[in-house]
């Protein structure tokens, strides 16, 4: 009788384990294995996002106690942002940064590159952490399989040429400005004065040097690392454009973290966030650049934006407000 009952207490035994293992309540130690996740960005450290996000893995790895193992690569995994995107998209890395190219891969985010439409720092925050963050968070996960992390940004554009300072809208007129090749870049360039020339950076500074183009646009923060100063004479703080991109994270990979570890992955990313714009907005000044780029031989001026938005909601803004509907209405309500 003994035999047979400690049969069936282990066929029970056995019972009860495969049932567990069944539902995923699985005990304690088979759940120690860490989750490798890698993410991946265009540039490396120490550029602005880049700093964010290295704080972000280390953080991530710490706070977790290694249940998380997540590792950044900047420039070194993948090398090109729509190749990031699609690594991230089919699930062969965890997480991923657009960079520059957030509106080529994210059609959705074009509305923010309309010039003007974002004017501050703050109303952007407010915008991208607000509802309509929100919003987009859920259209890229229906959409594309992707889960936003946090938005952040690499500052406002401002425009640098080799034959003047830009100190009203008739100063752009007659200037070859290369624009990313995207429809919203030219047509802000265009509506403003200028003439915009499609091009993707790796042929900027040889345009610049062969006379294709007379100048450009970047956000402060990127003006030395890209050795803009070496073919410009001219940064003018014009503020034209705002672009945001994010950290996403392949959608099946985030619904397989068990929400606590959902939940640190985004107060972790909340706090990175921060990181991320600290270091961008302490450079974009007119004290900043001039610190930067004089220097090297340039000449840093900053005019009225005034006229420049007056412009842009005449002749810009009119080409993208239907486009935009949804978005572009809770954008301007937002107010700061």
């Given at each position: 009788?003994?035999?047979?009952s400690s049969r069936?207490?282990?066929?029970?035994?056995?019972?009860?384990?495969?049932?567990?293992?069944?539902?995923?309540?699985?005990?304690?130690?088979?759940?120690?294995?860490?989750?490798?996740?890698?993410?991946?960005?265009?540039?490396?450290?120490?550029?602005?996002?880049?700093?964010?996000?290295?704080?972000?893995?280390?953080?991530?790895?710490?706070?977790?106690?290694?249940?998380?193992?997540?590792?950044?690569?900047?420039?070194?995994?993948?090398?090109?942002?729509?190749?990031?995107?699609?690594?991230?998209?089919?699930?062969?890395?965890?997480?991923?940064?657009?960079?520059?190219?957030?509106?080529?891969?994210?059609?959705?985010?074009?509305?923010?590159?309309?010039?003007?439409?974002?004017?501050?720092?703050?109303?952007?925050?407010?915008?991208?952490?607000?509802?309509?963050?929100?919003?987009l968070d859920k259209?890229?996960?229906?959409?594309?399989?992707?889960?936003?992390?946090?938005?952040?940004?690499?500052?406002?554009?401002?425009?640098?040429?080799?034959?003047?300072?830009?100190?009203?809208?008739?100063?752009?007129?007659?200037?070859?400005?290369?624009?990313?090749?995207?429809?919203?870049?030219?047509?802000?360039?265009?509506?403003?004065?200028?003439?915009?020339?499609?091009?993707?950076?790796?042929?900027?500074?040889?345009?610049?040097?062969?006379?294709?183009?007379?100048?450009?646009?970047?956000?402060?923060?990127?003006?030395?690392?890209?050795?803009?100063?070496?073919?410009?004479?001219?940064?003018?703080?014009?503020?034209?454009?705002?672009?945001?991109?994010?950290?996403?994270?392949?959608?099946?990979?985030?619904?397989?973290?068990?929400?606590?570890?959902?939940?640190?992955?985004?107060?972790?990313?909340?706090?990175?966030?921060?990181?991320?714009?600290?270091?961008?907005?302490?450079?974009?000044?007119?004290?900043?650049?001039?610190?930067?780029?004089?220097?090297?031989?340039?000449?840093?001026?900053?005019?009225?934006?005034?006229?420049?938005?007056d412009i842009a909601?005449?002749?810009?803004?009119?080409?993208?407000?239907?486009?935009?509907?949804?978005?572009?209405?809770?954008?301007?309500?937002?107010?700061?």
């Amino acid at each position: 009788m003994r035999i047979i009952s400690s049969r069936r207490s282990l066929l029970r035994s056995a019972s009860g384990l495969a049932g567990i293992l069944a539902t995923g309540r699985a005990p304690a130690f088979a759940q120690a294995t860490p989750k490798k996740m890698q993410l991946a960005a265009v540039n490396p450290y120490p550029e602005s996002g880049a700093v964010a996000t290295e704080w972000f893995v280390k953080a991530l790895t710490e706070r977790s106690k290694g249940e998380l193992d997540v590792s950044f690569h900047g420039g070194t995994l993948l090398t090109k942002e729509i190749d990031i995107m699609n690594a991230v998209k089919s699930g062969n890395i965890a997480m991923g940064n657009p960079g520059g190219a957030s509106a080529t891969l994210f059609p959705e985010m074009g509305v923010f590159l309309v010039g003007y439409l974002i004017s501050s720092y703050d109303q952007a925050y407010k915008v991208m952490n607000g509802k309509v963050g929100d919003d987009l968070d859920k259209i890229f996960q229906e959409k594309y399989g992707i889960k936003v992390i946090y938005y952040f940004d690499y500052g406002f554009r401002h425009f640098w040429n080799a034959k003047r300072p830009i100190e009203v809208p008739k100063d752009l007129r007659g200037l070859k400005i290369r624009a990313q090749p995207s429809k919203v870049f030219a047509d802000t360039i265009n509506s403003l004065g200028g003439v915009a020339v499609p091009l993707g950076w790796a042929e900027v500074i040889t345009a610049a040097q062969q006379g294709v183009i007379d100048g450009a646009d970047l956000p402060v923060v990127n003006m030395v690392p890209l050795k803009a100063f070496e073919v410009s004479k001219y940064y003018s703080l014009t503020g034209h454009n705002y672009g945001a991109t994010l950290i996403g994270m392949n959608l099946q990979m985030w619904n397989d973290l068990r929400p606590d570890q959902q939940k640190l992955v985004l107060d972790t990313g909340r706090e990175a966030q921060g990181v991320v714009r600290k270091v961008t907005e302490d450079v974009d000044t007119l004290a900043s650049a001039k610190a930067q780029l004089e220097p090297r031989g340039m000449i840093i001026n900053e005019p009225n934006h005034g006229p420049f938005i007056d412009i842009a909601k005449a002749k810009l803004w009119p080409q993208y407000e239907a486009k935009y509907s949804g978005l572009w209405d809770q954008i301007l309500a937002t107010k700061v």
